[in-house]
């Protein structure tokens, strides 16, 4: 995969750094005007002065309030970190000394379990199966050896419609999961769902519940893709648990629901008494519907985000969160790139993809109570959007409760007014599509 020349450009030079924003600049101005439509509602420089990275990061974690002292997020350095446990595609090459990822995790949880970072350095290859890191887990820097993210693959190929017994053979087929490991409880969980299926929360490759995760220079993929129909088949690539989570120079690649960013507790249910902080920067994510959600706080930071069209679904999508009625903060891109395929190009070429819509999970069609239930935040500012996408409608319909798009454009708006959707746009430049 190659990244934009925009996050060539910002790349990181040090392994040891504050990451924050490059300043941002354009070949042409935006021609986006506050306040907007009703479907496309933009807001006024005083208006987006509220959605920042500093004001994203500084709500939530240990709460769901204002933090007194907010979170920066620094890259850990790997450069001469002491206990490096190292995985690799044969055991005893080039330092390896286990040969699946969770092996490292559990060996590292095992011997040091402090509270200090720990380090699992993966050498170039395509590792297959689960990756589970439990709550309770120390900070773990997991990063890839090679020169490129794309030169170390983590994936696994489940589904969400993927059925507890099929989940218990995919996963554990060769007792990677014990009773007594620490993960142990997050593959009981879903492999002995008693749901027909498993849902896409259980269908991760990787998935993380602990605070202070760090992945670095690899990629997670959720392989099954292209090997079903155009339907529903939610399959997670990554999902996030923890707070202070820091994703940098990683490729997150699917189809439905690749990144899954929420905030929920070893019964696999979501809490209201906390809200998880998330910060990709310099990354890739890729999918095709709904392929960024969630309920967390996150920003994205010089990311592209690519949609796809091999799949042939209905209605591409790229962003549904599901942020709380009472949160006011949702997901932030700045300095990004949304891009499409060749599909999604010219005439015959299919239906332009929508840049998101809310994620009312949990409510049924036309159950959507203002106040009560979900109402999706988004800020997309800076970036630039290509015309893979519906640049005059970019908006769908709610997810589960089907309510149409409804943007605030009165004048002395209320951002969080829960009558009105909260998914905004500011300073963004269109461009043709790729």
């Excluded at 020169?147 to 060769?174: C, F, H, M, W």
């Excluded at 990144?259 to 990709?280: A, C, G, I, Q």
Aim: contains cysteine.
């Amino acid at each position: 995969m190659k990244m934009t020349r925009l996050s060539r450009a910002c790349a990181v030079l040090s392994t040891t750094l504050i990451l924050t924003a490059c300043s941002h600049s354009e070949e042409n101005l935006s021609s986006q005007l506050a306040p907007g439509t009703a479907a496309l509602p933009v807001l006024s420089a005083d208006e987006a002065g509220n959605f920042t990275q500093n004001a994203y990061l500084a709500f939530g974690g240990p709460s769901v309030q204002k933090q007194q002292q907010g979170w920066t997020p620094i890259l850990a350095s790997t450069e001469g970190a002491s206990n490096v446990y190292v995985v690799g595609p044969q055991k005893g090459t080039d330092g390896a000394q286990y040969t699946t990822v969770q092996q490292a995790i559990n060996a590292a949880m095992k011997d040091h379990n402090h509270g200090e970072r720990e380090y699992i350095k993966v050498l170039p290859g395509t590792y297959n199966g689960a990756v589970y890191i439990p709550a309770g887990a120390p900070p773990i820097s997991l990063f890839g050896a090679g020169t490129t993210a794309d030169q170390v693959v983590l994936q696994q190929g489940i589904e969400g419609n993927t059925a507890p017994a099929d989940y218990r053979k995919a996963v554990n087929s060769n007792g990677q999961f014990l009773p007594g490991d620490r993960a142990w409880y997050m593959f009981s969980v879903c492999g002995n769902a008693q749901n027909q299926t498993i849902g896409a929360n259980c269908s991760a490759t990787v998935w993380a519940q602990s605070n202070g995760l760090q992945l670095q220079n690899l990629t997670v993929a959720n392989s099954v893709q292209d090997a079903v129909d155009a339907g529903e088949h939610p399959a997670v690539a990554l999902r996030v648990d923890g707070d202070q989570t820091l994703l940098d120079n990683v490729h997150v690649l699917g189809r439905e629901n690749t990144l899954l960013l929420t905030t929920s507790d070893v019964n696999n249910k979501p809490v209201t008494s906390r809200y998880s902080r998330v910060y990709v920067h310099n990354s890739l994510i890729e999918g095709d519907v709904d392929y960024v959600t969630g309920a967390a706080n996150a920003v994205f930071d010089h990311v592209e985000f690519h949609t796809v069209s091999s799949r042939g679904v209905k209605q591409a999508s790229v962003f549904a969160p599901a942020t709380p009625a009472n949160v006011p903060y949702g997901f932030l891109v700045i300095d990004s790139s949304l891009t499409g395929d060749k599909g999604f190009n010219g005439e015959g070429g299919a239906q332009k993809a929508l840049l998101g819509r809310a994620s009312d999970v949990g409510v049924a069609d036309g159950g959507y109570a203002p106040g009560q239930t979900p109402n999706g935040q988004l800020v997309i500012r800076d970036s630039k959007i290509d015309g893979s996408y519906n640049l005059q409608q970019p908006w769908g319909n709610a997810a589960y409760s089907q309510r149409p798009f409804n943007g605030n454009v009165a004048a002395n708006r209320d951002l969080n007014d829960t009558g009105f959707n909260r998914l905004w746009q500011f300073n963004n430049t269109v461009s043709a599509a790729q």
